[in-house]
C-alpha cells in the first residue's frame, strides 16, 4: 500500500511515529501544510490512499489529491469537534462525509463523528504511547510533612490548559502541595499567584520522578484532542483528576465540572485510592497494523 499523509507537523518526517508508521506500508509520502505551505503541490507518483491528520484544510487538501489521482480519502481526527468554531464545524462535517475511512482516537469522538451523519466506516485507535516506563514507576512517599498530600500538574503554561486553575483548586484543598511541571507564556503571571503558596515550578522535566511522589494528578485544560498525560498518569498507579476533556473519562480519571475540581482533588487525597487506567493500549507492533487497517 502507498500512502500520501497530508500532515500539520513540519517535522513528522523525522519523527518516530513516522518510522512506525511507515514501516506499516509501501511508501509513506508525506506533505506538510501550515505556515509558509498553505496549498502545496501534490507530489508525483501513484498513491492507493491519501490521509489528512484533521478534517479541516488538511482534510479539504486530502480530498481533492485523492479525487485527483484517484485514490481513498482517509480521515484521522484527533481533535474533540464539540469546541470548534461554527464554520469549522460545518467544513469538518462536509470533509467527513465525504471521507471513505475515518480513524478516530477515542470513543468520545467516534459519537461525534456518527452524529455529523457520516455514514463512511469510523476505526477507534488511541494514539501510540508507549506507558512501559510509567508501568514500572514504585511510588515513593511524600517528602513533604504537609497533610494534604502531593498535586502535580504538566502541561504548557497557556490559556488553553488554563494552568491558573490549578492555583485556585490548591486554595481550596487544605495543607496540599503543588507541583507545575511545564513552562510557557503564562509562567510570570503564574509565579506571581503562587505567592506565598506551597507550589513549585521544578520547568519541564521528566515526569516519572514527579509521578513517583504525586498524590494526584490535575489537569485543568478547557479542551484536549487526546491527553497523553493523563494516560501516563493513570498507567503509573496516580489518580487523575479532570474536566471531561480528551479521552479522560474512557481512560478512568476521576471527572468533574469546573467548579467541583477542588472538591474531586480533596476526596482522592481523602482515600488515597490509586490510578487504574481502563484503555487497552496496543503494543507497537498492534498499533502499527491497526493503524494500516485503519486507512482501508
Same mark, same amino acid.
Given at each position: 500500500?502507498?500512502?500520501?499523509?497530508?500532515?500539520?507537523?513540519? /517535522?513528522f518526517s523525522?519523527?518516530?511515529?513516522?518510522?512506525?508508521?511507515?514501516?506499516?506500508? !509501501?511508501?509513506?509520502?508525506?506533505?506538510?501544510?501550515? =505556515?509558509?505551505?498553505?496549498?502545496?503541490?501534490?507530489?508525483?507518483? $501513484?498513491?492507493?490512499?491519501?490521509?489528512?491528520?484533521?478534517?479541516?484544510?488538511?482534510?479539504?487538501?486530502?480530498?481533492?489529491?485523492?479525487?485527483?489521482?484517484?485514490?481513498?480519502? /482517509?480521515?484521522?481526527?484527533?481533535?474533540?469537534?464539540?469546541?470548534?468554531?461554527? =464554520?469549522?464545524?460545518?467544513?469538518?462535517?462536509?470533509?467527513?462525509?465525504?471521507?471513505?475511512?475515518?480513524?478516530?482516537?477515542?470513543?468520545?469522538?467516534?459519537?461525534?463523528?456518527?452524529?455529523?451523519?457520516?455514514?463512511?466506516?469510523?476505526?477507534?485507535?488511541?494514539?501510540?504511547?508507549?506507558?512501559?516506563?510509567?508501568? /514500572?514507576?514504585?511510588?515513593?512517599?511524600?517528602?513533604?510533612?504537609?497533610?494534604?498530600?502531593?498535586?502535580?500538574?504538566?502541561?504548557?503554561?497557556?490559556? !488553553?490548559?488554563?494552568?491558573?486553575?490549578?492555583?485556585?483548586?490548591?486554595?481550596?484543598?487544605? /495543607?496540599? *502541595?503543588?507541583?507545575?511541571?511545564?513552562?510557557?507564556?503564562?509562567?510570570?503571571?503564574?509565579?506571581?499567584?503562587?505567592?506565598?503558596?506551597?507550589i513549585e515550578?521544578?520547568? =519541564?522535566?521528566?515526569?516519572?520522578?514527579?509521578?513517583?511522589?504525586?498524590?494526584?494528578v490535575l489537569?485543568?485544560?478547557?479542551?484536549?484532542?487526546?491527553?497523553?498525560?493523563?494516560?501516563?498518569?493513570?498507567?503509573?498507579?496516580?489518580?487523575?483528576?479532570?474536566?471531561?476533556?480528551?479521552?479522560? *473519562?474512557?481512560?478512568?480519571?476521576?471527572?468533574?465540572?469546573?467548579?467541583?475540581?477542588?472538591?474531586?482533588?480533596?476526596?482522592?487525597?481523602?482515600?488515597?485510592?490509586?490510578?487504574?487506567?481502563?484503555?487497552?493500549?496496543?503494543?507497537?507492533?498492534? =498499533?502499527?497494523? $491497526?493503524?494500516? $487497517?485503519?486507512?482501508?
Amino acid at each position: 500500500m502507498k500512502v500520501l499523509m497530508i500532515t500539520g507537523d513540519k /517535522n513528522f518526517s523525522a519523527s518516530p511515529r513516522f518510522a512506525l508508521q511507515a514501516a506499516q506500508v !509501501e511508501r509513506l509520502g508525506v506533505v506538510y501544510i501550515g =505556515w509558509g505551505s498553505l496549498w502545496p503541490k501534490v507530489p508525483a507518483g $501513484q498513491f492507493d490512499v491519501v490521509t489528512a491528520q484533521d478534517p479541516l484544510l488538511r482534510g479539504a487538501f486530502a480530498r481533492r489529491a485523492a479525487k485527483k489521482i484517484g485514490a481513498r480519502f /482517509n480521515v484521522q481526527v484527533h481533535m474533540d469537534l464539540q469546541v470548534l468554531p461554527w =464554520w469549522k464545524h460545518i467544513l469538518a462535517r462536509i470533509i467527513l462525509r465525504h471521507a471513505d475511512s475515518i480513524r478516530v482516537v477515542s470513543e468520545k469522538i467516534k459519537k461525534q463523528v456518527q452524529n455529523m451523519g457520516v455514514t463512511a466506516p469510523i476505526s477507534v485507535l488511541p494514539v501510540y504511547i508507549d506507558i512501559s516506563k510509567f508501568r /514500572n514507576i514504585i511510588h515513593q512517599p511524600s517528602k513533604s510533612d504537609l497533610l494534604g498530600g502531593n498535586i502535580l500538574w504538566l502541561g504548557r503554561f497557556e490559556d !488553553e490548559k488554563d494552568p491558573l486553575c490549578a492555583i485556585e483548586v490548591l486554595k481550596k484543598v487544605p /495543607n496540599a *502541595r503543588l507541583v507545575m511541571l511545564g513552562s510557557g507564556s503564562l509562567e510570570k503571571k503564574l509565579k506571581k499567584s503562587a505567592a506565598g503558596l506551597e507550589i513549585e515550578f521544578p520547568g =519541564w522535566q521528566d515526569p516519572a520522578a514527579y509521578l513517583a511522589e504525586a498524590d494526584v494528578v490535575l489537569s485543568t485544560s478547557k479542551h484536549e484532542s487526546y491527553g497523553a498525560s493523563i494516560i501516563e498518569a493513570l498507567a503509573a498507579g496516580v489518580p487523575v483528576v479532570s474536566p471531561d476533556i480528551g479521552v479522560a *473519562r474512557e481512560a478512568g480519571a476521576a471527572v468533574a465540572a469546573r467548579p467541583d475540581l477542588a472538591h474531586a482533588v480533596a476526596e482522592v487525597l481523602r482515600s488515597g485510592g490509586k490510578g487504574d487506567l481502563k484503555i487497552h493500549l496496543l503494543n507497537e507492533q498492534e =498499533w502499527g497494523q $491497526q493503524w494500516k $487497517q485503519s486507512l482501508t
